[in-house]
């Protein structure tokens, strides 16, 4: 490539970020692939990281993980992609080998050089162009008749809302509640709804994110703390036992309290918020209610089901697009859906206009 330098969302430190001039990525290893980022997002995961939330990821660094793109370059080892595929990538990088990919715990590769893109070792997809290390592991190809934006969230919200429904292990007829009616969480919405539940119930603070929760069908019935006593009510409307599963999707004490506090005996409670502080979970009240809690980094081993039920027309997350704008414009970006403003579900980075 004949480009040395690109444009770059960098992370110098808590409260500092800057669109830089950076090297453009070299492939360095035979598994390695370069891919020219097409469409990407920001996440909530990059809000922590900016605000200093997220305290053991080393700067500078690109950030970003949720994205699609196109080969412009292969390692020698790379032998079922060519140049020109159109890839949507795994927000994990992982070698496959080591025991904890063996075990499917992706997230804990001890390859140097895998993790989670711009958040451990490999530099972000808020870029021009990235690297992707031990690329056959990590990228899939879209199917023709499907856009980047139908497949864009499988690398990481779709993902993770799929795994919190999944370890929630619901049966046909359960009452699932999800806290927290954010991106992810309307994607564990979505994926709850695959495994058959009599009903899904929204909880959040934020009205326009309960409305379109209720709007796209993802939700049966939504409950805002603000108004109402969330718990009390989800005892009445469950005879006094509490809901079957909770998916607690923010990461903070008091929706954790809450998906706790609404689950029956009995039940689950699936956890998939990043969580940046402690606090107490209160087992003197929870040992005897054979509660099981799950909690844990997505593991990304169901993106080429996800992408199937995609094609198929089982999942639509498109609604889920409000706000789009070049690699330019991503200080805009961070501050509106940083600060959910205007509305703002996911903010779509396309390429940097020269």
Not at 57 to 80: Q, R, S, W
Not at 177 to 200: H, R
Not at 216 to 230: F, Q, S
Not at 303 to 330: C, S
């Amino acid at each position: 490539m004949s480009q040395e330098t690109m444009k770059a969302l960098v992370y110098h430190e808590p409260g500092k970020i800057s669109l830089d001039d950076v090297p453009v990525p070299k492939i360095s290893a035979p598994t390695d692939v370069i891919v020219k980022v097409t469409l990407s997002t920001i996440c909530g995961s990059d809000i922590h990281i900016y605000q200093g939330g997220l305290s053991d990821v080393k700067y500078p660094k690109i950030l970003g993980h949720e994205f699609c793109g196109e080969i412009i370059e292969l390692g020698t080892a790379v032998e079922d992609f060519k140049v020109g595929d159109r890839v949507a990538v795994s927000c994990l990088a992982y070698c496959g080998e080591c025991f904890f990919c063996q075990e499917g715990f992706y997230a804990h590769c001890t390859e140097p050089t895998c993790g989670c893109f711009g958040v451990y070792a490999p530099e972000g997809c808020q870029a021009e162009f990235v690297r992707l290390p031990y690329a056959e592991k990590c990228m899939y190809k879209i199917p023709e008749g499907l856009t980047e934006e139908d497949v864009l969230f499988v690398g990481d919200i779709l993902s993770t809302g799929y795994y919190g429904a999944e370890r929630a292990m619901i049966q046909t007829g359960d009452v699932v509640v999800v806290v927290g009616a954010g991106p992810v969480g309307m994607c564990a919405m979505i994926s709850a709804g695959l495994f058959g539940p009599s009903q899904i119930i929204a909880v959040d603070t934020n009205q326009s994110r309960l409305d379109v929760a209720l709007k796209e069908g993802i939700a049966d019935l939504a409950l805002n703390p603000k108004d109402i006593d969330v718990i009390a009510k989800i005892k009445e409307l469950t005879e006094g036992r509490g809901a079957d599963r909770t998916i607690e999707a923010v990461g903070v004490s008091p929706t954790m309290d809450l998906a706790v506090g609404a689950v029956r005996s009995g039940g689950v409670v699936s956890t998939i918020g990043v969580f940046e502080k402690s606090f107490e979970l209160h087992l003197e009240r929870l040992w005897a209610m054979n509660i099981y809690l799950s909690m844990g980094f997505v593991p990304m081993n169901r993106v080429p089901q996800l992408i199937k039920l995609i094609e198929k027309g089982k999942i639509n997350t498109n609604f889920l697009i409000t706000h789009r704008a070049p690699l330019n414009d991503i200080l805009k970006g961070y501050d509106i859906f940083g600060n959910k403003k205007d509305n703002c579900l996911k903010w779509l980075v396309t390429p940097y206009v020269r």
